[in-house]
T-cell receptor, first 113, second 111 residues
């Protein structure tokens, strides 16, 4: 399977704990995006990378959130001191260029108790 | 700020009953409009990209059209396997290539 992969698929954590998600984009895609989706809503943009450079962060991305893409390959999204409001599906997408369609991974479902 | 409004929120059809989903958008300058299909618990699956008014794209029973203010996703003779949430998203020329999504239309096709 050469699509976008995400790990883990599901994560249950207690409030206050830190969590980290991983995204592996399609290999030749230099653009990588993170979105968050809650029930009944469309995905909301969080941040995006061109190669290893993080070029934009949404105001939704509080200082508890950090994302990296070392060497322009896989990316990680870390949430520190999780809150119940962080419960959502976290989606990763990649694209070969700026105006091409974005291909999404299966998502990581986060539940904060 | 970019806005995308999809209607209806939910639509129930009988197998073979054709219909259309609407996506109205407000952007400062449209770079592209995207349609995705999303099944429960899964990530969105890309369907179409439209770039300019008057453009049309087709794939099996689906046809997407674009005007300066809205896009339609026409579903011809749907089957139960077409049941899913259909998401519309826009990419603004003034944005950094992010997508702004609508809330989606939940389509249910009964056999």
């Amino acid at each position: 399977d050469t699509g976008v992969s995400q790990d883990p698929r599901h994560k249950i954590t207690k409030r206050g704990q830190n969590v980290t998600f991983r995204c592996d984009p399609i290999s030749e895609h230099n653009r990588l995006y993170w979105y968050r989706q809650t029930l009944g809503q469309g995905p909301e943009f969080l941040t995006y990378f061109q190669n290893e450079a993080q070029l934009e962060k949404s105001r939704l991305l509080s200082d508890r959130f950090s994302a990296e893409r070392p060497k322009g390959s896989f990316s990680t999204l870390e949430i520190q001191r999780t809150e119940q409001g962080d419960s959502a599906m976290y989606l990763c997408a990649s694209a070969p260029g700026p105006i091409n369609e974005q291909f999404f991974g299966p998502g990581t479902r986060l539940t904060v108790l | 700020e970019d806005q995308v409004t999809q209607s209806p929120e939910a639509l129930r059809l009988q197998e073979g009953e054709s219909s259309s989903l609407n996506c109205s958008y407000t952007v400062s300058g449209l770079r592209g409009l995207f349609w995705y299909r999303q099944d429960p618990g899964k990530g969105p699956e890309f369907l179409f990209t439209l770039y300019s008014a008057g453009e049309e794209k087709e794939k099996e029973r689906l046809k997407a059209t674009l005007t300066k203010k809205e896009s339609f996703l026409h579903i011809t003779a749907p089957k139960p396997e077409d049941s899913a949430t259909y998401l519309c998203a826009v990419q603004d020329r003034g944005s950094n290539y992010k997508l702004t999504f609508g809330k989606g239309t939940l389509l249910t096709v009964n056999p």
